[in-house]
């Protein structure tokens, strides 16, 4: 019956137990600056009920499971200062739920999935994600309809795209750091 599960700071946790996808009744997983964890079972997928998932500072992570995409509750996910973190599983556009992203910082991130413009976004932040094609989050980010707000802090753009005004909903946008913006 276990919903809430903080493991905050288990800075010597390199991974998770198998079985963990059992935890079913799970709702919200805290593994912030487990700063060892370097992967998730495959049976992750199995937390159908998860709603909440925060491994901001999991700087070993390199990759999500392949079913990662089968968290279909999933609606808040914090990946902040995942630096190993190259890319995101293909089912990761399956997160229909999905609404807050932080990527912030994700050092290593060079891809996104190709359906992770099918995503319904309100909140995502590609801050510092410098090895991201910053043509790739200007197309990406056209498609979420939702969209209120938006950080794009610390990114190398020298200008705005001009159809930055089709973004009617969003209501905040961060670009701080954004040392060439003209």
Known sequence: NLQTLNLNWCEKLESLPERFGELT???TLNLMMCE????LPEGFGELEN???LNLSGCEKLASLPERFGDLKNLQTLNLTWCEKLVSLSEGFGELENLQ???LSECYSLVSLPKRFGELNLTDIDFGYCKKLDLALIFDVIFKFEGLTKLSLEGLKMESLPERFGELRNLQTLNLNSCYKLG
């Open 36 to 39: 060892k964890l370097k992967s």
């Open 25 to 27: 009744n799970l709702q």
């Open 100 to 102: 807050t992203l932080s």
């Open 50 to 52: 998860l709603e909440v």
